[in-house]
């Protein structure tokens, strides 16, 4: 069974930083394409950045959270990372590790979630 | 960039009933390798979201037959045959075909009991 598991969730002050990880589980995680989505609070739904499969060569980052946040993956110890800096207020929601299936092109798996509030 | 719009963005239904929910997105999906890359999401109340169907009308594993999924090109609709208790909750639908940057969803459409 698959599983994803968020943490590193918290509360951090505008234009700090927190690190998300993800740890996962029940698949040869190297295998798949990963990415996370995220969910302000009574929004939808926001993909946030991707990255490929094997070492990660390729990622992805909505227009949002460029230039701010890095995302990367340990295959060794089957985690995902978000780097995320320069935190803004509208930052604020659930971030969701995404699995992404043979392709890339749709999300079949997803974690509970982490909780990032920026806030002072 | 492509934008993907659902209708209606409420929808009370009684138990038992059918229900559909309307995707529409500003560029085609249709991929260059013939697929079309949509899918759809159902995330209920305090829960993650899940994959209910992928490439318009393909059910995940473990998704009651009462859910099905249509359309082509830019047009796109999730039908419930009969409404039940537990499939109260929010109904995304996603591209995956324009990628990257990445993946876009619609607004959602929250179903609820009458």
């Known amino acids: 069974e698959v599983q994803l598991l968020e943490s590193g969730g918290g509360l951090v002050q505008p234009g700090g930083s927190l690190r998300l990880s993800c740890a996962a589980s029940?698949?040869?995680?190297?295998?798949?394409?990963m990415g996370w989505v995220r969910q302000a609070p009574g929004k939808g739904l926001e993909w946030v950045s991707g990255?490929?499969?094997?070492?990660?060569?390729?990622?992805y980052y909505a227009d949002s959270v460029k230039g701010r946040f890095t995302i990367s993956r340990d295959n060794s110890k089957n985690t995902l990372y978000v780097q995320m800096n320069s935190l803004r207020v509208e930052d604020t929601a659930v971030y969701y590790c995404?699995?992404?299936?043979?392709?890339?092109?749709?999300?079949?798996?997803w974690g509970q979630g982490a909780l990032v509030t920026v806030s002072t | 960039d492509v934008v993907m719009t659902q209708s209606p963005l409420s929808l009370p239904v009684t138990l038992g009933q059918p229900a559909s929910i309307s995707c529409r997105s500003t560029?085609?999906?249709?991929?260059?390798?013939?697929?079309?890359?949509l899918s759809w999401f159902q995330q209920r109340p305090g829960q993650s979201p899940r994959r209910l169907v992928y490439?318009?009308?393909n059910r995940d594993s473990g998704v009651p037959d009462r859910f099905s999924g249509s359309g082509s090109g830019t047009d796109f609709t999730l039908k419930i045959s009969r409404v039940e208790a537990e499939d109260v909750g929010v109904y995304y639908c996603?591209?995956?075909?324009?990628?990257?940057?990445?993946?876009?969803f619609g607004p959602g459409t929250k179903v609820d009991i009458k």
């Open positions: 996603m591209q995956g075909t324009h990628w990257p940057p990445g993946f876009t």
């Open positions: 560029q085609s999906l249709v991929h260059s390798d013939g697929n079309t890359y």
């Open positions: 990255i490929s499969d094997g070492g990660g060569s390729d990622t």
């Open positions: 029940g698949f040869t995680f190297s295998d798949y394409a």
């Open positions: 490439q318009v009308s």
């Open positions: 995404a699995k992404r299936p043979p392709g890339g092109r749709s999300i079949d798996s």
